[in-house]
């Protein structure tokens, strides 16, 4: 049973944002909840993520009205300083204007969302409810000629040690013709009390734009996570995601990818790596809108202890998206008895001219490998972490800012080592 | 060096042992030969520690300590080394980094110290010379893509490294055209010492014609029916396995 979100605190906090250019967007979306609700597990793409948790925790935040606990500048550094990036940084939901007004990447432009004419848009309900709550977010122009080589870091960082927290967070993006760039998208979190994150990334290839995008998740495991990214993409361009959840209690991912121009293609990959009460569901989609077109996905789990992950990927091929090639494959590593996975490929094609696979795996470490590596020598724990990073490292491998792989590859290690040490409980 | 004792063992209820004794001192060379399920890769598992298999009675013993009590890696850090008939292929562990990390828990069980990168690095080089290896195969995979031929090659290379006391080869003659034959008997030849041991474990004699046996065991049926000099090998050659059942039936 769902917990139902206390509207009349939401329309009471959020009539009591200060006018703004996006005053009417907010009121526009409180009236979309007000008539739509909040997705239930009665609705198929919910099936198997319950959000009663997070909506007790924004009618919490809601009661207590909360501004949030500090966030240390040391936190915040050691995590930018692991990447080579220039970072913009929101906490608790609010911009950091000082990360704006430092950024100082040529080529970029960053703004704050209430000084640009950008429709920030509204299409789920999740994105309803951080568009209501949203203070301000962020946009982010590349322009043709901008430094390809400098990665731009978003960092979404929260802090609930005293008070209960809800972060709204919104980033739009527009990569012009023919320019590139890489992006990170870290989401961290701390405190004991309970706490939801929303987020809402736009982002839009024009012809012959190229973004690499890799988005890690390493909340604190008793935060839950709503985040939603919208790619378009235009003529020729290319988009490549890689997606890293860590950490998180209640997960959930929506990757939404539009390929509106001929010739663009996506690839994303995606590591998910979960265990105590863990729910890290995962869904994405792609539209092929026209054809030729491509789009491949590789998204891979590992579970121990109690975790229960969703992994769901859809393909729509569209009437007369002729020369559409889609690939989705998940595969899935259970380390303990009651962990849990619920994968589900979805293809809905109304072409005639396409090439479609997809498969799914679910399965236990192989016991001929591990007792290979232990007639080398190896300690029986060693053997598991070996065979579970060499697992994972595929993904590691294939996502796409090459630099931080080996950064990635250290979390991930170290996460593994966490779930196999804590064996099925 | 390894005493078995009317060892007996079974998979998933079946009995695949049935009382095999078994002494191999060091510096022998032993062949271990048999018809197609009578339970020689079994042998060969049950020594390395496979739990797979259930061991229903008797004892194995190495060099004073009882073998059927210590793992898998206990037994390989002390000198059990087995060459896998069928080698595990294993996507995303580096062939050097197992190679390296198995050296160097043999190295620490016997006191030594561990080698580093620029020291191993030369030492499965040299060694890979001596099999016809390319060094390139170091930064594969573990047997990732590997052919057949390649992937007994590699596990020799990797007995020649880690200098077991006691190897136990299943079928590594199995799937290998003449020139890779003729490199993994060097390898093996090269292995030969005073103070260790090799246990050869195959269906056929061809092996032996480069790597001369001291003694021949036919197994039928789960235990040793019939003991010999190199001769039995060439004897069972000529004329196959079926006399020496009807002889232990009889």
Known sequence: MTSKLAMDALRHTVTGIPNDRLTPARLAALAQIDEQGLPTTAHEDWKYTDIGKLVETSNQWLADDSKGSPISDDLIESITTQFDASWLVIRNGVVDTESIDNFALKQVDVKLLTDTETDPGYEAPLSDLNLALLRDGITIQINASADENRTIGMLFIDSAIDEVGVSPMRINIDLDENSSASFI?????????????????????????????????????????????????????QFRHGAFDFGGRLVRNDLDIRLTGRDSSVSFC??????????????????????????????????????????????????????????????????SDSAEIDAKPELEIYADDVKCSHGTTIGQLDANALFYLRTRGLDEASARQLLTRAFAQKIVAMSPIESIQETISEMVAGRVEELIARGSK | MLEIKNLQASINGTGILCGLSLQVNAGEVHAIMGPNGSGKSTLAQVIAGNDAYEVTGGSIRFNDSDLLEQAPEERARDGIFLGFQYPVEIPGVNNAYLLKAALNARRTNEDLDEVDAFEFLKLAKEKMAMLGMDPKFLNRGVNEGFSGGEKKRNEILQMAILEPRLAVLDETDSGLDIDALRSVANGINALRHPDRAIVLVTHYQRLLDYVEPDFVHVLSGGRIVRSGDKSLALQLEEKGYDWLREAANA
């Open chain 1, 185 to 237: 998208e870290y989401h961290a979190s701390t405190g004991q009390r309970s706490h939801y994150a929303n987020s809402v990334v736009d982002i839009a290839l024009a012809d012959n734009a190229c973004a690499h995008y890799v988005r890690i998740q390493n909340r604190d495991l008793l935060h839950g996570q709503t985040a939603r990214l919208t790619a378009t993409l235009g003529n020729a361009s």
């Open chain 1, 270 to 335: 995606g590591l998910y790596l979960a265990g105590e009460q863990q729910h890290i569901d995962n869904h994405t989609r792609v539209d092929h809108l026209v054809g030729p077109a491509t789009s491949n996905q590789e998204y891979r789990g590992i579970l121990a202890g109690g975790a229960r992950c969703v992994w769901n990927g859809k393909a729509v091929v569209h009437s007369g998206a002729d020369g559409t090639d889609a690939d989705q494959a998940n595969h899935n590593l259970l380390l």
